[in-house]
């Protein structure tokens, strides 16, 4: 900063001294013009009155300042032409004398020329003079100043790094000491404030200490920020897979292509991959209580420790991350990497993903344990279908909304064939083995539109969906009946086969009302049990008629 100044000084002055120094010879010029311009004016008229020219332009030869004078014939001007030839240290002056010629006067210009030359060596030797003055001046002045600027400059280097501990001292007095009093008072105050702030915001996120501090806490309060938007946010959803698909999204954002979300229910022992994008490069599906992840319930980091999960079949690097893992829902998510670049990218923002997954747990876990307790309360514990409790709640809703869009659909009862004779054969134990078998039939014969309800027993209740036509509901109910008649069941040591009997009731062609329907599917039903079982009857006026009932 100093040099700057100074070299700016030195300009200034060298600027000025060459203007000074122009105006000097400008001056000098036009006033020897003048003195020229005369005494070529004289010489002339004095010419122009005699009548001996010759003698008295000897006499003006002789003269000490005028080195020649002659008449040029053949040449004209208008005004006095004066050149200064530096050379020959002359002065030429060329004037009109007549039509015949002009008058071309020489004179020395010996005693002009070493005055402007000493002119221009005193302002040159002033011009130095002032400016060493100037310089040892300002240097003098200034630097106490200009030390405090550069001592600022060093200190706020330091802040940016983090580092708020360099005060900045001065032997100056007045205003000079009090701001510098002021930046050292603002300077703890920062460092006390910055203390407190880099103290919470990293006990909500792990991250270790960067390079640019400061650039670092504001990203990290918008992160911050950012999760306790998406808290409430997750909060209000009502289903936990509303909030993993939020999860999913904020993984998305974070530039993360490859990855895999898998939910673990720990009531059922079971695994489910609810997100992938990218091979997930494990077994964990199939084996997830050998997941290292899962298991110790921590980080699994390969960009820390090479090969760390025997289980990873793929060549790049992985993160698994669990969460929510205290009550009846663990989350693990695996992020896969191979670019050197992602991996730096995603160590940067892995302390952000925590947070998130942090967040996520408890209110996940929340969310899954009302789904397991409302599935409790709707849900058939044997099988796994719905009850009657969640028949009596959607079945209004059901009609009305196929009402609204003029579709059809198909209620199938269906009843297992002489099931208590398995019963008191082979046990309730075997019964139950048979009604799971049932219903899981039931479940992979029809389309997640429909709905399977066991009804009570061995009774089982299907609602089809927006079928095209009773064709449809019949071909689903004889699918259904082939499927039990040829599965085998083994229940211990031996081995049964079963059939169903099933009644078919379509809506709105049979009936307008969802317990009408059923009512007509059950004397179709009953129906088919009475005509030899192992059969599909589909409900007819006539049925009505010789069941003697009204609805």
């Given at each position: 900063m100093k040099k700057k100044i100074l070299i700016i000084i030195a300009l200034i002055m060298i600027i000025s001294t060459i203007i000074r120094t122009a105006i000097v010879s400008f001056s000098f010029l036009n006033f020897s013009n003048q003195l020229i311009e005369n005494q070529t004016l004289l010489?002339?008229?004095?010419?122009?009155?005699?009548?001996?020219?010759?003698?008295?332009?000897?006499?003006?030869?002789?003269?000490?300042?005028?080195?020649?004078i002659k008449f040029i014939p053949d040449q004209k001007t208008e005004n006095i032409k004066i050149e200064y030839n530096f050379k020959t240290q002359t002065i030429i002056s060329v004037a009109p004398f007549d039509d015949n010629g002009v008058l071309q006067i020489t004179f020395s210009g010996v005693d002009y020329f070493s005055k402007l030359q000493s002119a221009i060596l005193q302002l040159i030797a002033i011009a130095i003079t002032s400016l060493i003055i100037?310089?040892?001046?300002?240097?003098?002045?200034?630097?106490?100043?200009?030390?405090?600027?550069?001592?600022?400059?060093?200190?706020t280097e330091e802040i940016l790094k983090g580092n708020f501990n360099q005060k900045i001292e001065t032997k100056l007095k007045g205003e000079a000491k009090e701001f510098v009093d002021s930046y050292n008072n603002f300077l703890t105050k920062m460092k006390n404030s910055f203390g407190v702030i880099e103290e919470k915001y990293t006990a909500l996120i792990e991250k270790e200490k960067s390079k640019d501090p400061l650039n670092d806490a504001k990203e990290?309060?918008?992160?911050?920020?950012?999760?306790?938007?998406?808290?409430?946010?997750?909060?209000d959803d009502a289903t936990s897979n509303s909030i993993l698909n939020r999860l999913i999204d904020i993984i998305k954002g974070f530039n993360i292509n490859h990855f895999a979300l898998v939910g673990i229910d720990n009531s059922e022992r079971n695994a489910l991959l609810i997100y992938s994008q990218g091979d997930i490069c494990c077994n964990l599906l199939e084996n997830f209580e050998s997941c290292r992840a899962y298991r110790l319930n921590k980080e699994i980091n390969s960009l820390k420790f090479k090969k760390i999960c025997e289980f990873h079949t793929c060549k790049n690097e992985y993160i698994c991350l669990p969460f929510s893992s205290g009550g009846n829902f663990t989350g693990i998510l695996k992020i896969m990497t191979d670019k050197e670049k992602d991996q730096e990218l995603l160590q940067q923002n892995l302390p952000y993903i925590k947070a998130y997954l942090n967040e996520v747990s408890a209110v996940i876990e929340a969310k899954y344990t009302l789904e397991i307790l409302h599935n409790q309360t709707i849900k058939d514990p044997l099988t796994g279908l719905f009850n009657r409790r969640y028949l009596e709640n959607i079945l209004p809703t059901l009609i009305a909304a196929a009402q609204r869009r003029?579709?059809?659909?198909?209620?199938?009862?269906?009843d297992m064939d002489y099931f208590k004779k398995v019963n008191d054969s082979y046990g309730h134990e075997a019964g139950d083995i048979v009604l799971k078998t049932l219903s899981n039939i039931l479940k992979y014969s029809i389309r997640k539109s429909d709905i399977a309800i066991r009804y009570g027993g061995e009774e089982f209740l299907i609602i089809l969906q927006n079928i095209k036509s009773i064709d449809d509901a019949v071909k689903v109910a004889e699918k259904i009946r082939e499927n039990v008649q040829n599965s085998i069941i083994d229940i211990g040591e031996n081995s049964i086969k079963k059939t169903v009997s099933i009644g078919i009731s379509i809506f709105p062609d049979h009936c307008m009302k969802g317990w009408e329907c059923i009512k007509y599917a059950d004397i179709a039903l009953y129906e088919a049990k009475r005509t030899g079982r192992n059969k599909v009857i589909l409900f007819n006026k006539q049925l009505k008629k010789e069941t003697n009932y009204n609805a």
């Open positions: 010489i002339k008229e004095i010419l122009e009155e005699t009548n001996d020219k010759e003698k008295f332009l000897q006499i003006i030869k002789n003269s000490h300042h005028i080195n020649d100037i310089i040892l001046i300002v240097n003098y002045y200034l630097t106490p100043y200009l030390e405090i600027l550069e001592k600022i400059k060093q200190s990290t309060i918008e992160q911050l920020a950012n999760i306790f938007q998406f808290k409430r946010l997750i909060e003029g579709e059809k659909m198909a209620f199938l009862m269906i």
